[in-house]
Nanobody, 128 residues
Framework: QVRLVESGGGSVQAGGSLRLSCAASPYGVAPFSAYTMGWFRQAPGKAYEGVAVIENSGKTFFADSVKGRFTITKDNARNTLYLEMNSLNSADSATYYC???????????????????WGSGTLVTISS
């Protein structure tokens, strides 16, 4: 039970950086700090891809394609999730979605099916 609103998307040249934000507004019993949070993306004609996830313990998971380039963090005091993206390339062009899940699931951390709450997405376009 959390509302998620992404921001920070836009157009950036290849090799550049971009920081996405996800403002979370919990309205149930679980506070923001209790949620597993993640970023998922979908490029045109592509399947949803788990980009990065951070559990409430602080443990993180990254897609192989973004390891070493992306960083996921969350600020529990501000109820905000971030995705710092560096060394961007054309394969990173996609709509990026913020997602949240409270409690355990049987899915891999980067499997979108394990997330229960979603934002509406923010578009990231990488130009060459």
């Amino acid at each position: 039970q959390v509302r998620l609103v992404e921001s920070g998307g836009g157009s950036v040249q290849a090799g550049g950086s971009l920081r996405l934000s996800c403002a979370a507004s919990p309205y149930g019993v679980a506070p923001f700090s209790a949620y597993t949070m993640g970023w998922f993306r979908q490029a045109p004609g592509k399947a949803y891809e788990g980009v990065a996830v951070i559990e409430n313990s602080g443990k993180t998971f990254f897609a192989d394609s973004v390891k070493g380039r992306f960083t996921i963090t969350k600020d529990n005091a501000r109820n905000t999730l971030y995705l710092e993206m560096n060394s961007l390339n054309s394969a990173d062009s996609a709509t990026y979605y913020c997602a949240a899940q409270s409690g355990r699931t049987s899915y891999d951390p980067l499997d979108y099916r394990g997330m229960g709450y979603w934002g509406s997405g923010t578009l990231v376009t990488i130009s060459s």
